[in-house]
């Protein structure tokens, strides 16, 4: 069956803020470090009053994995909703500058662009601090249908199980990508998502999702073990095909009974791990749609994962595609 | 006379919007590279779409300055108008995050804040496209009296040459730290600025400057010659106190018949020099405000440029600090 896009995905439309802090800052603060939290509009207000300067660059979760879907020459399109403001701007131009096909239209007069506080601890660990802003008002009328039915994937982002609004735009986008014999895939997205939402997502999951990716944190959340292999085994036994990523350990892949595990990537320094599993997916995506055997598209997410984590920002900055073929050349 | 600020700064309050391009990019927009040019909002506007994924750090040539000086332990104040916009509330908290005093308040509703379209080669070299906004109705209002004769140096950048308005907080500055017996020290900032206002910049020279800052290029324009040697013998007749960059080859302070020649800071990597000569002013400023002999001011003002040519940016990202007094313990 023919496509016009590899991966359509539906995520959160994020700016992100990001600046360095110390580890005794988020203790001051009372943050969790390496955690995800959604703040009000006056926290994020206060947090930032206290932040170090910062930089601002396009993000979002599955819009990472977009620009890194582009950036190794698959087709890609984004569904999100920023705000009819600077950022918004921001946002809109980065998306399409990277090759992603990106028309919904801003939200007019209401809440402004959703932005990520971030905190890149000296460790290069991030701990984000998102203001939803505008990203909630993402509704099942922004789904394009002839454009779902267009793409071989749809990938969704767990993160967006919060606002009913985009719930209702995610499950549009499932049913008719099903209809039309397409592959569903999502990712977990953080603890947080999976510890509110742990009924919807093994739903999802032993349902219409095809493919999902979780770190170990997240598969554990969800089978509510403290055990990695014990998560790793409930995966296989819940989801048709799952990929869960272990950070410095690599990734594994489960389907059925097959299993295979890939080390990760070696990176030349940690920087900032903001977007190591949103380029992950964007590695395992490209190579999946591209008909590539299961252990080459792991290889190919652990490669577009290390790119990321060399730099401050969530997408990539150099040429994925010639860090994709040394390191099968190297194999 | 003891002092509130070692420097206060009045400049263009710019957020750099960093992009990375191909020199065909250049050739094909006409756009020369390594120089800075004004351009309009709607130049920007088809710019921007053209280039690639951006990152947005706030700039502005003095502003960067005054960071630098407060990274290095210094009491530092900025007069520069941002607009009441999501990137105007950016350059605010950036400065002010950076330790640097600023209080000038935003414009409502007129021009955007000013943006500067960085476009870095592959080479380092940053080509830059300023649309000045808001940066225009800086005038002399803004330019508190007090403040003024606080400061142990007023430092005014080239760039302010443009409109009237911002002239005119120029000329107040510089009147009432004359008056008040302070330095004042001013950068010549841009062939381009050297160009359109060369009887001005010969006449503040000769005049109330106490300190000018250029790199060759500018002092050269400046002196009509091609020959960098005539233009720092110029530049020794002319000013009381000159301090000529030159990129890798280091810089050169005349005072007088005194010269002395400082090499440049070694460099792990070229990635960007966007805001070199606006550090090497900053380390410069930071050793002459504390007394230290004419020559080491020259070398901190290398370090400081050394560390911002490293990474993608105009503020110092590491310890400037660190940096200086592991150049003096190599000495």
Known sequence: MSHRYDVLAVGNAIVDVIARAEEAF????????GSMRLISAEEATALYAKMGPGREVSGGSAANSCAGIAALGGQAAFIG?????QLGAVFAHDIRAAGVDFRTPPATGGRPTGQCLILVTPDGQRTMNTYLGSCQELDEDDVDEERVRASAVTYLEGYLWDPEAPIRACRKAIAVAKAAGRTVAMTLSDVFCVEGHRADFLELLTGPVDLVFANENEAKALFRTTDTEQAIAAMARAARLAVVT??????VVVEGHARWDVPAAPVSRVLDTTGAGDLFAAGFLAGYTRGRPLPECAVMGTVAASEVIEHYGARPESDLV???EAAFARV
Chains 1, 2 share one sequence.
């Open 81 to 85: 909703r920023v705000s009819d403001d």
């Open 246 to 251: 272990r950070s410095e350990k690599g990734a």
């Open 26 to 33: 988020l203790e001051a603060e009372g943050i969790a470090k």
């Open 322 to 324: 010639a860090r994709v």
